[in-house]
């Protein structure tokens, strides 16, 4: 891995309802360099543990019973008792459907992990989300991270002191709505619940 990060000081929040899951996620932070990992096994506990587990990245899985992991980012995004609506959301699932990406994507997340799962596939997520951090954008129909990226270091310094504001109103909402680049787009149409691979998914989230 190059260009490799100290993530030691970093909390993690994983939130999956298979605890062998859990524990592999668990198992490849430590193995990164950061042993502040927090648990929960489905929305409603996860969303309890944010408001006294400071979370730098939460790690949650798609399919959960029995609120999901859709419903669990538009809790942290949306809801108006959220403890911290700009924590990092990295959306982890084995399915890979364009229709489920992109529900994703207009949930709020700001990266999605495709299974099965690695140390280089997680850290290259984390490493996005350190060295390219995304302004969050609110418009009438969406509250979340901005698809396109910042070129600048995320600064954990000051981050529970200081959070991150949201983007002011000159980003448009049609900048927002915009999807995948039109060849990946195409694809879709034609055959919409057809599984991608992690680089089409990282292309989406570019």
Not at 66 to 73: I, K, S
Not at 100 to 110: E, H, P, S
Not at 135 to 152: A, H, L
């Amino acid at each position: 891995m190059d260009d490799q990060y100290n993530i030691e000081r970093l909390n993690f929040l994983i939130v999956d309802d298979n605890k062998h899951m859990t524990m592999l996620v668990k198992n490849l932070i430590h193995a990164l360099g950061s042993r502040n990992v927090s648990e929960a096994n489905d929305a409603a506990e996860a969303f309890t543990e944010l408001t006294h587990f400071p979370a730098d990245i939460i790690i949650v899985d798609y399919q959960m019973q029995p609120l999901d992991g859709l419903d669990f980012v538009r809790l942290v995004r949306t809801g108006s008792d959220s403890p911290n609506p700009y924590v990092p959301i990295i959306m982890l699932t084995g399915h890979t459907e364009m229709s489920k990406v992109m529900n994703a994507r207009d949930a709020g997340v700001n990266e999605f992990l495709a299974k099965p799962l690695s140390a280089t596939a997680l850290y290259a997520r984390i490493q996005k989300i350190i060295t390219h951090p995304r302004e969050f954008v609110k418009t009438r129909i969406y509250f979340g991270p901005d698809r396109r990226r910042i070129n600048k270091k995320w600064d954990t310094s000051e981050r529970r002191k200081n959070p991150p504001s949201p983007a002011t109103a000159a980003t448009a909402a049609a900048e927002v709505a915009s999807a995948a680049a039109p060849n990946v787009t195409a694809a879709a149409d034609a055959d919409e619940e057809a599984g991608l691979s992690q680089s089409e998914l990282d292309a989406l989230f570019d």
